[in-house]
């Protein structure tokens, strides 16, 4: 089993910037995917970027050139480096892993954006 826990969240300004961490622990062996996904009050979860062990990387369009998804994998850490805020990123984020021994996400952290 392996547990995934998100850092990072909080309230910032539009414009501005966060980043978001997730250590994942227990049977990390073999742990392909990585990534982010956010769902917004009354709306369904999306994904927002993803990056395998070899570092192929995938964004949602409404992220691209503003969000960076990198990972650590001696760390089994990803990171989500969110630049240019604006206040429809508003959304509970939730790191997402995909390996021999998981396929979810973690509880999830609230990110805020004020106009």
């Known amino acids: 089993q392996v547990q995934l826990v998100e850092s990072g969240g909080g309230l910032v300004q539009a414009g501005g910037s966060l980043r978001l961490s997730c250590a994942a622990s227990?049977?990390?062996?073999?742990?392909?995917?990585m990534g982010w996904y956010r769902q917004a009050p009354g709306k369904q979860r999306e994904l927002v970027a993803l990056?395998?062990?070899?570092?192929?990387?995938n964004y949602a369009d409404s992220v691209k050139g503003r969000f960076t998804v990198s990972r650590d994998n001696a760390k089994n850490a990803v990171y989500l480096q969110m630049n240019s805020l604006k206040p429809e990123d508003t959304a509970v984020y939730y790191c997402?892993?995909?390996?021999?021994?998981?396929?979810?996400w973690g509880q999830g952290t609230q990110v805020t954006v004020s106009s």
């Open positions: 227990g049977s990390t062996f073999n742990i392909h995917v």
């Open positions: 997402y892993a995909q390996g021999r021994y998981v396929d979810g």
């Open positions: 990056i395998t062990n070899g570092d192929t990387t």
